[in-house]
């Protein structure tokens, strides 16, 4: 039988061979891409201190009941007494313009002696500007509620009643808004442990012993 031709070796088949090198692929064929290094996580928010005609006007008509004025991404973030953060609110609205309270919610930090901070989202419609309030409570502090100031921080003073435990004077129905009024506890503050419930309660509500 007659012997086969072979087939014609390209250039870089013969290098390889020499080299012990793998060859490479074509330019049309598909390559393994390297992997991507991950990207790098933003830097931190720094918060600065905080020297504007805002900051100047609330020190001015609070003196030392204002702690410190701080800018975060460009928004001002007043630090206040929480024992005038009721007529400080009041201001914030009357003449300040900020008539909307966006949100109002609470923090956590249980190794300091004011364990808690009220933390109120202001927005001026007037000025298209923002502000935020900080306040900081004791656990056995109570703080004045700003439903005579804003109705929406009703429901809301609620949630934060409901999940840190947080008592407002003044609110016209202080009650849980989420969990039952029967509930032991409040889940957002971190000295709750996530696996823990209201044992009673879901063995005579719901029949089981756990709800996890």
Do not use: C
Request: aromatic share 8%.
């Amino acid at each position: 039988m007659a012997e086969q031709p072979k087939a014609p070796q390209s250039p870089e088949s013969s290098q390889s061979k020499e080299t012990g090198a793998s060859p490479q692929p074509s330019a049309g064929g598909a390559s393994a891409a390297p992997p991507a290094k991950p990207a790098a996580a933003p830097p931190p928010p720094v918060q600065a201190p905080l020297d504007s005609e805002l900051a100047r006007r609330y020190r001015e008509r609070f003196g030392g009941a204002i702690l410190d004025a701080l800018e975060d991404r460009k928004q001002p973030i007043l630090i206040v007494d929480s024992a005038h953060l009721f007529e400080i609110a009041r201001y914030s609205r009357d003449l300040e313009k900020f008539s909307l309270l966006e949100d109002y919610t609470a923090v956590d930090w249980p190794r300091r002696e004011k364990r808690f901070d009220l933390v109120a989202q202001l927005y001026s419609f007037t000025y298209n500007t923002r502000l935020r309030l900080k306040a900081s409570l004791a656990a056995t502090d109570a703080a004045d509620s700003l439903v005579q100031i804003w109705p929406a921080a009703n429901w809301l003073e609620r949630e934060i009643y409901d999940l840190f435990g947080v008592v407002f004077r003044g609110h016209p129905g202080l009650k849980r808004i989420l969990l039952p009024e029967e509930w032991q506890g409040h889940p957002l503050r971190k000295d709750y442990d996530i696996l823990q419930q209201d044992t009673a309660w879901v063995r005579e509500n719901l029949g089981i012993e756990s709800g996890q």
